[in-house]
């Protein structure tokens, strides 16, 4: 569910590793494997890893390398349990293609048909059909990520909540025109399968799944299961294990399972049991993102939706001539990865706790391109694609036209000024690309010092001009992989009048903080979004977002792909002389508004009328204290540093102690009433 780009780098750990056969191994396959998933585990940031290969229902290669947790000996095994984040979402589409078998479902029927209570604050949305949510074509805006990534916690109101959300969000896009990963769109898909069935969404995924397939580790937040089953996470600002990550939007990315039992629900995915038609597996694995708008020559690609998989088409298995369908799934914790080649009927799943989901389907494809060779179904493995240095020459005047500004939903706009046949271009993808200078070539096509990135202009037919980047992505240890996207759009400079101009400077660098997560909110205390605004007052926007007034922005591009994922408008009000924000489904307060915190003794502060947190500086008075808070039951507190990294959060800690740093500030979470009783010492 997190930005699939994001990446966790954690200090190497003592390895353990585990491997089971369910037949005589073959001992390349078992060394390709073992040396991918060490890698990943010694070099890539993963604490543990886990892997299994399935061919034609039988179990061929299952392991795992790392630690159940960093302070014990208990090792990973092929029952350990990890959340898969966005596999969770082939769940929903075979659920969702359950009832098109059944004939209760037509995926091109407006989706109000059966949920006659989805509303937005646009016409349009009238037009979204199941399959537009499936193929992430809907033109929603992508996330609301308000009380959905919590710790050992359920909010049993996200169905409603994103709802809400939606009936206050216009389409970025008409229905249909192009696909962008959009996560709302399969929590309404979650509620389409409980409305259509009369059960939860959880109590529908085991009895029509998890129970006839036999899944005994797969579960959901919402179900009784010894939690110690899932495997230790960890992130840098916290020496201990944390507690559990927890996912409410189940059908975006909230199911628990380990790679054994995703290689079961593969077969499913192919047609290959009772539980769905060979017909309806068929149709998810279509090219649906060519539907609409897509990017040139990007067809073998990290991304080429089909219903549910983020690729029908995955790199480099088409240099085999072979379809290879991949969904990965990146939550903030854990990691997965699932792969599967239909006219063999081979699998392979991947889960991890931290790395990358882009990590671990390279391990994927490792582990099939060696099982391939071994089977004679290819006669030898390709080595990676090598590139040069690229040759510089002469630029044609007329690709002058394409400088200008560009923007994306969650980049800093940028100005790109060819000189001399030279583009320099700060990182892309989330910083897998680095930044970079990139020369001319001809074919009007610009190449990074390496040769691996191209970068050109392409219009589409809707008039938009984007940068469109083809990428071979090489990491020491793992298998090569390509992506072909559309980094940003074209947008025209807003000129800004002196109070507008002057509104949006004074936001510039200052921080936003979340006032209204549920105590137990993993945003609290690793941030989801970022605390301060990418504004370019120069040219008129917040990130992807045009700015009209004072007070508002309004998203402003139509980017298929990834870089046009979770876009939204922004609106800032004051109210008793402090500023605020609302974006997504979220509202925050400016860090600099904030009161100090009192510095005596003893002290209470009351969560308001509204269910808003409470936030306060750390005065001079204040600093190096140790506070002790009396804590109502479901509530939390947090303290953070002058740089915003969260250094004690109760909900992780279980500590109600914390030492105050200097210039930091303190944030107190529950329901509206709840009373804190603190003391300084």
């Known amino acids: 569910m997190k930005k699939i780009f994001s990446v966790l780098l954690?200090?190497?750990?003592?390895?353990?590793?585990?491997?089971?056969?369910?037949?005589?191994?073959?001992?390349?396959?078992q060394k390709k494997a073992d040396e991918i998933a060490n890698t990943l585990v010694t070099q890539y940031g993963e604490t543990s890893v886990q892997y299994a290969l399935m061919d034609n229902g039988e179990i061929i290669l299952s392991g795992s390398k790392g630690v159940y947790a960093k302070d014990s000996d208990r090792p990973i095994t092929k029952d350990t349990m990890y959340g898969i984040g966005s596999v969770s979402k082939m769940y929903a589409a075979a659920a969702v293609m359950m009832w098109v078998d059944r004939g209760k479902l037509n995926l091109d029927e407006p989706f109000v048909t059966y949920v006659a209570d989805f509303k937005m604050a646009d016409e349009r949305y009238k037009q979204i059909t199941p399959r537009m949510?499936?193929?992430?074509?809907?033109?929603?805006?992508?996330?609301?990520?308000g009380n959905t990534f919590l710790f050992d916690d359920v909010n049993p109101d996200l169905q409603e909540d994103v709802l809400a959300s939606l009936r206050t969000q216009t389409l970025k896009a008409n229905p249909g025109e192009f696909s962008v990963y959009t996560n709302d769109g399969f929590t309404l898909l979650e509620i389409l399968v409980a409305r259509l069935s009369g059960m939860s969404y959880s109590e529908?995924?085991?009895?029509?799944?998890?129970e006839p397939l036999g899944l005994q580790h797969t579960k959901t937040p919402m179900d009784e299961f010894d939690r110690t089953a899932l495997a230790r996470t960890y992130l840098p600002n916290f020496e201990g294990a944390l507690p559990t990550d927890a996912i409410s939007a189940v059908g975006?990315?909230?199911?628990?399972?380990?790679?054994?039992?995703?290689?079961?629900?593969?077969?499913?995915?192919?047609?290959?049991t009772d539980l769905l038609s060979e017909k309806s597996a068929k149709a998810m694995l279509n090219e649906e993102y060519k539907n609409g708008l897509w990017p040139s020559d990007g067809d073998q690609n990290f991304f080429a939706y089909g219903l549910g998989w983020d690729s029908v088409n995955l790199y480099p298995f088409g240099d085999y001539n072979i379809q290879a369908a991949f969904k990965g799934g990146d939550s903030v914790l854990y990691k997965a990865a699932m792969i599967v080649l239909p006219e063999y009927n081979i699998s392979?799943?991947?889960?991890?706790?931290?790395?990358?989901?882009?990590?671990?389907?390279?391990?994927?494809?490792?582990?099939?391109?060696?099982?391939?060779?071994e089977k004679g179904i290819i006669k030898e493995i390709k080595p990676d694609k090598t590139f040069t240095p690229p040759v510089k020459v002469q630029m044609p005047e007329s690709l002058n036209q394409y400088n200008g500004v560009y923007a994306a939903a969650a980049d800093s706009p940028k100005e790109i000024e060819i000189k001399d046949g030279e583009i320099d271009m700060p990182v892309l993808l989330g910083g897998y690309i680095p930044a970079q200078k990139y020369v001319y070539v001809g074919d009007d096509h610009f190449k990074s010092e390496d040769g691996t990135v191209t970068l050109s202009f392409e219009q589409q037919n809707n008039g938009i001009t984007y940068i469109k980047a083809s990428a071979y992505l090489n990491f020491p240890g793992l298998d090569q992989s390509s992506l072909t996207f559309y980094d940003s759009q074209k947008v025209e400079p807003v000129q800004l009048n002196k109070a507008v101009s002057d509104a949006w400077t004074e936001r510039v660098g200052k921080d936003y903080l979340l006032l209204t997560e549920r105590p137990s909110s993993e945003a609290l205390f690793v941030p989801l979004v970022p605390s301060k605004l990418l504004i370019d007052v120069k040219n008129g926007y917040v990130a992807g977002s045009k700015i009209l007034d004072e007070n508002n922005a309004v998203n402003a591009v139509q980017i298929p792909v990834a870089s046009g994922r979770d876009?939204?408008?922004?609106?800032?009000?004051?109210?008793?002389?402090?500023?605020?924000?609302?974006?997504?489904?979220?509202?925050?307060?400016?860090?600099?508004?904030?009161?100090?915190?009192?510095?005596?003794?003893?002290?209470?502060?009351?969560i308001q009328a509204n269910g808003f947190a409470r936030w306060y500086q750390i005065n001079?008075?204040?600093?190096?204290?140790?506070?002790?808070?009396?804590?109502?039951?479901?509530?939390?507190?947090?303290?953070?540093?002058?740089?915003?990294?969260?250094?004690?959060?109760?909900?992780?800690?279980g500590k109600n102690t914390a030492k105050l740093p200097v210039n930091g500030y303190v944030g107190f979470f529950g329901k509206a009433s709840d009373v804190f009783l603190i003391t300084l010492k």
Do not use: W
């Not at 954690?10 to 396959?29: D, G």
């Not at 529908?204 to 998890?210: A, D, L, V």
């Not at 975006?252 to 290959?272: H, N, Q, R």
């Not at 609302?582 to 510095?599: H, Q, R, V």
């Open 567 to 606: 876009t939204t408008d922004l609106k800032f009000y004051k109210e008793n002389n402090a500023e605020y924000l609302k974006m997504y489904n979220m509202t925050f307060i400016n860090k600099a508004d904030l009161p100090s915190m009192y510095e005596g003794k003893t002290s209470s502060t009351t």
């Open 620 to 653: 001079d008075k204040a600093a190096n204290k140790t506070i002790t808070v009396n804590l109502p039951t479901n509530t939390s507190f947090a303290v953070y540093d002058e740089n915003n990294t969260c250094v004690s959060f109760s909900t992780v800690s």
């Open 348 to 373: 392979v799943a991947v889960a991890s706790s931290g790395g990358s989901s882009v990590f671990n389907s390279m391990l994927g494809t490792g582990i099939l391109k060696e099982y391939l060779k």
């Open 10 to 29: 954690a200090s190497s750990i003592m390895l353990t590793s585990s491997i089971a056969f369910a037949k005589e191994p073959n001992r390349p396959l």
């Open 204 to 210: 529908f995924i085991e009895k029509n799944i998890s």
């Open 133 to 145: 949510l499936l193929n992430h074509s809907s033109g929603i805006n992508g996330t609301s990520y």
């Open 252 to 272: 975006t990315g909230g199911i628990y399972s380990t790679a054994e039992d995703m290689t079961k629900m593969a077969e499913v995915l192919m047609g290959k």
